[in-house]
Each structure stands twice: as structure tokens, then as C-alpha cells.
């Protein structure tokens, strides 16, 4: 918890000094317009990293999947590993 305002405080202590503080020292609406697009900002670059992440996961990269262990169930294309009835002969 902070116990002195410290825009309150530079105002008056450049008021004590003979300095026009106007356009000098940030308003608070100033300091959270700048804290809110600082946020934003923040965000965007949070989204920009995950969308990257998930580019270069192995599920959407080929290249990065390990092939299946043996054992496991593998699935084919339909129509292929089936094994076809030979034409009756006449």
C-alpha cells in the first residue's frame, strides 16, 4: 500500500521549485490510457506466441509426428490392405 500520491507529489514539489508542471507530469487518465494499451499489447503478443506454438506442434507438422510403435492399431486408407476376390473363371 503506498502511502503518497506520487503525481500529487511531483506537481507540488515542482510547484515548491517555480515549475509549470502543465504538459509536464502525466494525468492519471493519461497513465492508464498508456497502462491499458500496454495490456493490449501484452495480449496480442500472448496470442501471436500461442498461434506460433501451435503451428509447430506435431500434430499439424508432419514432419515432427513419430511414426506408429509396433503393435498398435494402424489404420489404411479404405480400399487398400483388403484383399480382393479374383474373377471367377469361365
Known amino acids: ?11 507540488r514539489l515542482a ?3 517555480g515549475i509549470d508542471v502543465l504538459n509536464l ?3 492519471e487518465q493519461q497513465l492508464a ?7 493490449q499489447q501484452a495480449a496480442q503478443q500472448s496470442l501471436v506466441d500461442q498461434a506460433g506454438q ?5 500434430m499439424l507438422d508432419p514432419s515432427k ?3 506408429p510403435q509396433d503393435g ?3 489404420t489404411q486408407p ?3 490392405g483388403q484383399a480382393q476376390a479374383a474373377p471367377k473363371g469361365k
Open 1 to 11: 500500500m503506498s502511502f503518497i500520491n506520487p503525481s500529487e507529489a511531483i506537481k
Open 25 to 27: 507530469v502525466k494525468t
Open 65 to 67: 509426428n513419430q511414426p
Open 72 to 74: 498398435q492399431n494402424q
Open 54 to 58: 501451435l503451428a509447430s506442434a506435431p
Open 33 to 39: 490510457q498508456e497502462q491499458q494499451a500496454q495490456q
Open 15 to 17: 510547484a515548491a521549485q
Open 78 to 80: 479404405a480400399g487398400q
